[in-house]
């Protein structure tokens, strides 16, 4: 396929107590989709944030259409042509599309003087989107206001947007991490569409059927080391997994299952005007319920409802068969609920906080008296070094890859960050959990201890509501499954039925 | 990196973050060389006892600030509670012959209120604390010249002036009373849960709520906090000058926040340590006291303050640029 726009050799990159990127070769070449693959802290981020010029190599040589290139920001790189898609999508979200689309780069008035008063040109602008909007195939109002659009259409915005700016190079940090089937599709069809106009995109993703479905050649990290560079076609899931990891797993979706006991919590009678109406359902101890649906059938708002995040018509809580006052998170959690939130970055990590606070910050506030290690005294006054040896566990038994407890939680890989966010879930010792994308950027190993964890809490009788965007995730780990769409439940199922066909029949029923 | 937070830190980490802070404390090293060369009596015991003393209310007030601030909020009206408070108790004492004790109560009492009255309004009806502060400074800047009918009082009883003018040892009561702030609200926020909680609601204030934190707590404590420091910086000064007005201390907001900023306290939330506060007052009393040694007359001290800020805050960026 020709020269490789983009040609990067002996990459070193090292943070305090780590090296990120150990001598990393890395090419890519236009009209093709370069997959980077790698266990949580691998170091595939870092790599993507180098090219970008966010993130400074220690070590290297940096090659661009044959010509070394010396200096590294973020606004050069993007001059040169290369554009990032990060999972934290960065739009405008007051502005509308089109002005997204050309931000920092309005189109002026043809007319001298009115362009002399720099006086955008609307309609112009409205044009040149609808044309690249047409060409990526792309089916959007440029008008729309960007806090309008689904996570996937501001995706494709973003790419449009990378178009827009003539991008030779476009990388794209887990853009597939919570859609939707279809959403998936249409991406997809958006990435064919770029190949097609040489543009070279380097995709990173934990979902190796993406991968084996959309690349070209895949480059193996692992623990900042290239260990493999191959044609996608000669690739093999196994195979894949045993590079990444060192290891192989007999199964990557296991079947699992809790002991089911008495009826825990029942939601009776949810609705909310405009977003979903008439809900009822239950859960028992010990069961592992599914929601399941597609991007926009309000599984999250529900949910994020019964947890007491938000605000409801009408609607009854009833747990242990009691009625209960639950309208506000920590009402939930004084309940025995626990949540995990599906955006991380903005109602889930504390940046600026340590991995132990982040891990434990619900424990301090929420005292459990039957506790053997005693993490506060009455005056919350934290004892450091129980603190210290409780979240060790925790980071012990979900495989948390970082240097110190005390190192920002901003410092960890993605991965990272979502299993200290599972944790802090678990460790109120809620009975009934709600996750919204348990495993969101978690890699393949990283999900199977995940799956053994849920397993666990469900044979002690924790009750488990899951949402998840993977479906071999739900028909594996729920053993049952509700479907909703629009806002309304349309169909629950027995894992045993739960094929996709019969879920995408109720999900658009 | 890491330089704000030094809570949960093993000691290889609080070595790097105390060093990352070396552009600040270099800061206040210069500028002591600086003062003890140019003016002859600054480096003496009783002229650095002296800064102390001048430093209380100012450090007491940013104590209080640093929490606020910290928890992403801020708090405009702490120099008019500083008159409030002092004007209250020094009327209970004048007018009323009460007793020093239940006078400095009801001092700190009324500091709690407009405090708790600020925090209840922007932590339940989510006004911007900018916003209502300011409305707060008017107010108790307004009460207190109301109540004083704009007349200065004096002649209050002997023994109040203990905690202004008294030493114990060599080292001012007043300085004592500024060190036990700064103890109080570093414990607080290094080793509490409310601590981690107003660092949580100053850096991610949807996360915090979605823990299940009380947001509106933290709110409501860290401006009542603020709140009881202004009265408690207040009642300090009312002593240190044994009299009281309405219009005192008019200028001060603006060393408080400079002090706290200058500490490296980020406006935006979420980052910041005590031990920068004191640095910053420090700094901020050093050149307000070096400046008078040096006969410099108010305005250009004005003038010269904004520009030693800037200096302060400039090499304090470069020092955390080298560091990472
Ligand atoms: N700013 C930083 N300071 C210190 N360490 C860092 C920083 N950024 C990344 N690291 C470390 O570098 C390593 C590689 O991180 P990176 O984010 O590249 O991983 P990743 O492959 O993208 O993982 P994931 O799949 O979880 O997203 C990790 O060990 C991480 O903790
Ligand atoms: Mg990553």
């Known amino acids: ?509 | 990196m890491n330089e704000n937070n030094q809570r949960f830190m093993k000691s290889s980490h609080l070595i790097s973050s105390i060093f990352s802070k070396y552009g600040l404390i270099f800061a206040l090293v210069v500028l002591i060389i600086f003062l003890s060369i140019t003016a002859e009596n600054f480096l003496t015991l009783s002229n650095i006892m002296n800064v102390l003393l001048q430093a209380s209310n100012i450090g007491i007030m940013a104590a209080g600030l640093t929490l606020v601030i910290i928890c992403a909020e801020i708090d405009l009206s702490v120099a008019s509670i500083q008159s409030m408070g002092a004007v209250v108790v020094a009327l209970l004492l004048k007018d009323y012959n009460a007793p020093i004790f239940l006078a400095v109560l009801a001092s700190l009492g009324v500091g709690i209120l407009l405090g708790a009255f600020s925090g209840l309004f922007v932590g339940l009806f989510a006004i911007p604390a900018f916003i209502l502060t300011l409305a707060m400074d008017s107010l108790a800047r307004g009460g207190a010249l109301i109540l004083t009918g704009e007349q200065s009082i004096f002649g209050l009883p002997e023994p109040f002036s203990f905690l202004g003018q008294g030493y114990i040892g060599p080292v001012p009561v007043a300085a004592i009373v500024m060190g036990l702030v700064f103890l109080i609200a570093h414990l607080i926020l290094s080793r509490t849960v409310l601590g981690t909680n107003i660092y949580a609601v100053g850096g991610n204030k949807e996360a915090a709520r979605v823990a299940g934190i009380n947001v509106f707590a933290v709110q409501l404590f860290v401006l009542t906090f603020s709140g009881f420091c202004a009265a408690l910086a207040g009642t300090v000064m009312a002593s240190r000058l044994m009299a009281a007005q309405a219009i005192m201390g008019m200028f001060d907001l603006m060393d408080v926040i400079a002090a706290v900023v200058i500490g490296g306290t980020s406006l935006l939330g979420g980052e910041g340590r005590i031990i920068g506060t004191v640095i910053g007052t420090l700094i901020i009393a050093c050149i307000r006291n070096g400046l008078n040694l040096l006969g410099i007359a108010a305005d250009w001290q004005l003038l010269a303050v904004g520009a030693i800020i800037i200096l302060a805050v400039l090499l304090d960026y470069v020092g955390k640029k080298r560091q990472s």
């Open chain 1, 1 to 509: 396929m020709g020269q490789p726009i983009l040609e990067l050799r002996n990459i070193f990159k090292a943070f305090p107590g780590v090296t990120a990127l150990d001598n990393v070769d890395f090419d890519v070449l236009g009209g093709e989709v370069h997959v980077l693959l790698g266990e949580n802290g691998a170091g595939k981020s870092t790599l993507i944030k180098i090219i970008a010029g966010t993130e400074k190599k220690d070590n290297g040589d940096f090659i661009f259409e044959q010509k070394a290139v010396e200096k590294h920001t973020p606004f050069l790189m993007r001059e040169m042509g290369i554009s990032v898609i990060h999972q934290e999508l960065s739009l405008v979200r007051l502005m509308d599309v089109k002005s997204n689309l050309f931000l920092g780069r309005d189109l002026k008035k043809k007319n001298w003087l009115l362009s002399k008063f720099g006086i955008r040109d609307d309609a112009g602008m409205v044009n040149h989107c609808k044309q690249v909007f047409s060409e990526l195939g792309i089916n959007l109002d440029p008008n729309k206001s960007v806090m309008e659009l689904t996570l996937s259409q501001m995706q494709l915005v973003e790419i449009a947007k990378a178009v827009a700016f003539d991008s030779k190079v476009i990388l794209m940090d887990e853009p597939t991490s919570s859609l939707g089937p279809e959403e998936k599709d249409q991406l997809f069809r958006v990435i064919e569409r770029l190949k097609r106009r040489k543009i070279g995109i380097v995709f990173v993703s934990h979902i190796l059927e993406d991968c084996m479905a959309i690349g070209n050649k895949i480059s193996v990290l692992r623990d900042g080391q290239l260990v493999a560079s191959i044609d996608a076609n000669d690739a093999e899931i196994d195979t894949l997994i045993k590079l990444m990891t060192g290891r192989t797993f007999q199964e990557r979706y296991p079947k699992i299952s809790g002991i089911i006991g008495e009826t825990i919590l029942e939601v009776r009678n949810f609705n909310k005007e405009g977003v979903f109406e008439n809900i009822n359902f239950s859960i028992k101890k010990g069961e592992i319920i599914g929601f399941a649906g597609l991007v926009g059938a309000r599984r999250t708002d529900l949910l994020r409802a019964v947890f007491g995040l938000e605000e409801i018509n009408t609607g009854k809580i009833f747990i242990n068969s009691k009625e209960v006052k639950l309208t506000k998170p920590r009402d939930a959690i004084r309940l025995g609920l626990t949540f995990l939130t599906e955006d991380r970055k903005n109602q889930g990590i504390f940046p600026l906080l340590t991995v132990l606070e982040n891990l434990l910050i619900c424990r301090f506030n929420f005292r459990n008296k039957s506790e053997n290690l005693r993490l506060t005294n009455k005056f919350g006054y934290i004892n450091i070094s129980n603190a210290y040896k409780i979240s060790d566990e925790y980071v012990q038994k979900f495989g948390v890859k970082v240097s110190s407890l005390a190192d920002k939680i901003s410092q960890l890989s993605g991965g990272n960050q979502q299993k200290v966010l599972l944790a802090r879930g678990i460790s109120t010792h809620a009975s009934v959990l709600i996750l919204d994308e348990p495993t969101k950027g978690v890699d393949a190993g990283g999900k199977v201890e995940i799956y053994r964890i849920i397993e666990d809490l469900a044979k002690t009788g924790v009750a488990i509501i899951v949402i998840s965007s993977e479906l071999p995730e739900v028909a594996a780990i729920c053993t049952r499954i509700i479907v909703m769409n629009d806002g309304r439940i349309t169909g629950e199922l027995p894992r045993e039925q739960a094929d996709p066909e019969t879920l995408m029949r109720y999900a658009t029923s």
